[in-house]
């Protein structure tokens, strides 16, 4: 009853926190003065905290990536597998977190003893590759392999060497990277890293014990003015609560039961409550146009153009690809075999499709012959699934059945990551298609290299 003759009295939200603001400007004032040193105090302590914490990361990195890659060339060097070669030099030349964690060192507050033997650390690392580029260059020449990384086509094997037999390459390879030579050197990299550590926290523990000697006083005078503080906050939140929860809490009871808020309350809650009856009104019109006849095209079910445009506006394109569907010589069967028949190519397509997608991605007729296919939370890297996709469709699409004769589909792809929006993303696909249909038809064209 107190709170609904606030109401009628003309009391406001704003008036309320005008008055609250007053307050607290005086509590904080207080407040203020005695926690600056406090602040600036333990600013320096976390920056200090954090600085350690990202240089003995950075420390740590280096010595994680070193044995990173041994592990990568030990395991080529036994199994030949050149996945292993892949991921070594995927971190060696692309990730680079070796070079990356020095970097970090030398741009922090490292001391230089500490940067230094980091340095040290570094130079055994890169003395190390020279052994594991020979050993892997051992393994390719005796198992034939013959795409690699060209940064080990400069290497070249000794006289001796090159006339070992396969199975003694790859003794060689694998002893190469296991011998006691090999780890000797490994050894001195942890032990460079070790001194580096030991010097990161020998710096942190001088630091931070000046630091929090000093925020240790400073907290005493802040634990008397927080009382008071306490005090002001609570009258504050008992006044808020009194004149703002309860008319949100209505609001919630009518948002739960899908329907308008009733514009009552404080002056700023009926403005807040008219806004957001208008976006009801909004989001039951969008609701309408998103319904299934009017999203999904009527032939095949999938989403039509309209589906389309809504769907499309709404995807992450970093993590999206586009794939766009063209009807080989389509009209070629509307002509000689009738629409009908046409009518039943166009909707096999829409079968095949989703049997060869997932649940989870957008399968859209945006043409009369041309289908979009929106694949979600899908990584630039899964290319290859999606050219044995297409080729799968291909295959299905060539097997005639009673309704329809064998056909096929040509086919542009992109990745929205590629793409600065949905526009130049769709004329990506459109010209990889043109170049699908320039090379023959039944084939798929990515827009970008992979």
């Not at 002056?267 to 009104?281: C, D, M, P, Q």
């Not at 989870?360 to 012959?369: L, P």
């Not at 526009?423 to 970008?448: I, M, P, Q, V």
């Amino acid at each position: 009853m107190h709170g609904k003759g606030k109401k009628h009295n003309g009391l406001s939200l704003r008036t309320v926190n005008t008055v609250i603001i007053v307050c607290a400007i005086v509590v904080s004032a207080v407040v203020f003065l005695a926690t600056i040193k406090l602040s600036e105090s333990f600013k320096r302590v976390t920056e200090s905290s954090e600085e350690h914490i990202r240089l003995r990361k950075a420390a740590i990195e280096l010595m994680d990536a070193s044995d990173f890659l041994t592990e990568k060339v030990q395991r080529f060097s036994v199994t030949g597998d050149t996945h292993f070669l892949l991921e070594y030099f995927e971190e060696a030349l692309i990730a680079n977190h070796r070079e990356e964690a020095l970097t970090k060192m030398s741009a922090g507050t490292a001391s230089e003893e500490a940067v230094n033997d980091l340095k040290e650390a570094m130079d055994g690392s890169l003395h190390l590759m020279s052994t594991e580029y020979y050993a892997m260059k051992l393994v390719i020449e005796a198992l034939g392999i013959r795409e690699y990384p060209e940064v080990l086509k400069p290497v070249e094997l000794s006289e001796k060497d090159k006339a070992l037999s396969s199975e003694e390459k790859m003794s060689l390879a694998a002893l190469m990277v296991h011998d006691d030579e090999y780890y000797r050197q490994k050894t001195l990299i942890r032990n460079n890293m070790k001194a580096s550590l030991d010097e990161l926290e020998k710096m942190a523990f001088d630091e931070d014990a000046a630091s929090l000697q000093n925020l240790s006083r400073e907290l005493g005078i802040v634990r008397l003015i927080i009382i008071l503080q306490t005090v002001s906050i609570v009258a504050m939140v008992v006044l808020t609560t009194i004149l703002g929860i309860h008319p949100v809490l209505n609001a919630v009871d009518r948002i739960k039961e899908d329907s308008p808020i009733p514009e009552g309350g404080a002056a700023e809650f009926r403005y807040l409550a008219k806004a957001y009856n208008k976006l009801y009104s909004a989001y039951k019109k969008s609701l309408e146009k998103l319904s299934f006849k009017a999203s999904h095209d009527e032939l095949t079910g999938v989403y039509n153009r309209a589906g389309y445009d809504l769907l499309v506006s709404s995807v992450d394109l970093n993590e999206t690809y586009m794939l766009l569907f063209d009807v080989d010589n389509f009209k070629t069967i509307n002509d000689t075999q009738g629409h009908i028949v046409g009518d039943e190519a166009i909707k096999k397509v829409a079968r095949v499709l989703k049997d060869n997608f997932r649940g989870d991605d957008y399968i859209c007729r945006i043409g009369g012959d041309e289908f979009v296919v929106l694949m979600n939370h899908a990584p630039k890297k899964v290319s290859s699934l999606i050219a044995h996709k297409v080729k799968q469709i291909n295959r299905d699409l060539a097997s005639a059945d009673s309704d329809v004769p064998a056909y096929s589909v040509s086919v542009g792809i992109a990745h929205g990551s590629d793409a600065n929006n949905v526009e130049n993303l769709f004329a990506k696909c459109d010209n990889a298609l043109y170049e699908s249909k320039s090379r023959g038809k039944h084939t798929y064209t990515f827009a970008d290299p992979v």
